[in-house]
């Protein structure tokens, strides 16, 4: 069996080789690796901008690179991150059994095409996981407490003094906070407010089995439930055609004036011209963002000009250890299918 790692990074195919080397696994000391730059992000201009457009998108529109589709050839399996596989890179593959993404998403992978040639599709779900659940948590914990807004270094040295009347700038075990989705993600959050904050924490979800959120300590309730009820709204719901502005003019409307909003998912789950309304008449006390409509954001965006928001540059997952985390996770299913075993994350 071969294996292809497409990727901007030789990186991950050493991180890949060394697990290989070092695997107790017959199948993996048995597999043959093989690396091929990706050079689709560097070719149209801004790994931000080429990401947006592919989650938006699709791989189709991607003209792929010549070496790319030589070294597809004879690949039994390809590992990548971002790099686009559409119907001509699989068509180059002759041998293609498995791709495997290391991402939690396939947005870059025509999968109906590959599932259609046979050709499984499995990602790695919440790679990101604790990564994400700590930034999500420091943001709640930077908004209730003034972090950012009340630091001495970003207020140039003004002595700016706290105010006590806000229902939400309070320690958090007297927050309710509510989840929209429960995934990988979500239920890592949940812990770390639960036990390590004593918080109440609810959750609209529709997948997750409900014994799991009980088991877990975090009640389901509806959408409607959670806007009118929780001082805190974090989301991490999948992107899904269904899902999309999720959050709107009657969602932000049912919320408390003080309630803050957090997304570290999707920046598409929130009507974005409903959130800036939000926040600028005082329909909600503040937000705290990680991802946007538009990335990299215009210097005229309007945010930006606005103090009750915490912005940051689309980089909760990111971490120095993220790719070996990530190897950890997709290699399971790689294993599963080099075994002939079901796959765990199969698409």
């Not at 974005?272 to 939000?278: H, V």
């Not at 954001?297 to 985390?325: E, Q, R």
């Not at 990530?326 to 299913?333: G, L, N, W, Y």
């Amino acid at each position: 069996m071969k294996l292809l790692v497409i990727h901007r990074s030789e990186e991950v195919f050493e991180l890949m080789k060394e697990f290989c080397e070092n695997s107790t696994e017959q199948c993996f000391r048995e597999l043959e690796l093989d690396y091929v730059k990706d050079t689709a992000p560097l070719r149209f201009g801004a790994i931000v901008e080429y990401c947006m457009k592919m989650e938006k998108e699709g791989p189709e529109w991607l003209e792929p690179d010549p070496l790319v589709l030589e070294k597809v050839a004879d690949a039994d399996i390809i590992l990548t991150e971002h790099g686009g596989i559409n119907k001509k890179v699989i068509d180059s593959a002759k041998n293609l059994k498995m791709i495997a993404t290391l991402r939690s998403a396939a947005e870059n992978i025509n999968v109906k095409y590959a599932k259609e040639k046979g050709i499984c599709v499995s990602v790695s779900p919440s790679r990101l996981g604790a990564a994400v659940a700590d930034m999500t948590v420091a943001m709640i914990l930077s908004e209730c407490r003034g972090l950012l807004r009340r630091n001495l270094r970003y207020n140039n040295g003004e002595w700016v003094e706290e105010k006590y009347d806000d229902a939400s700038h309070c320690v958090l075990s007297n927050l309710k906070i509510g989840l929209v989705g429960y995934g990988g993600i979500a239920r890592i959050v949940a812990k770390r407010l639960i036990h390590g904050f004593d918080c109440e924490v609810c959750a609209y979800e529709n997948i997750t089995p409900p014994e799991v959120l009980e088991a877990d300590g975090v009640k389901k309730v509806s959408l409607e439930e959670l806007c009118k009820t929780c001082d805190v709204i974090s989301l991490h719901a999948r992107l899904v055609p269904e899902n999309t502005g999720m959050f709107g003019y009657e969602q932000f409307a049912m919320m408390k004036p003080n309630a803050i909003l957090i997304n570290t998912a999707r920046a598409a789950l929130v009507d974005e011209d409903a959130m800036i309304d939000a926040l600028q008449t005082g329909k909600i006390r503040g937000a705290a963002l990680d991802v946007y409509h538009h990335e990299p954001l215009p210097k005229d965006y309007p945010l930006l000009k606005m103090d009750n928001v915490t912005m940051m540059p689309h980089s909760a997952g990111m971490t120095g250890d993220v790719y070996k985390n990530t190897i950890k996770i997709i290699t399971k299913d790689i294993a599963k299918f080099l075994k002939g075993e079901e796959l765990g994350f199969n698409l």
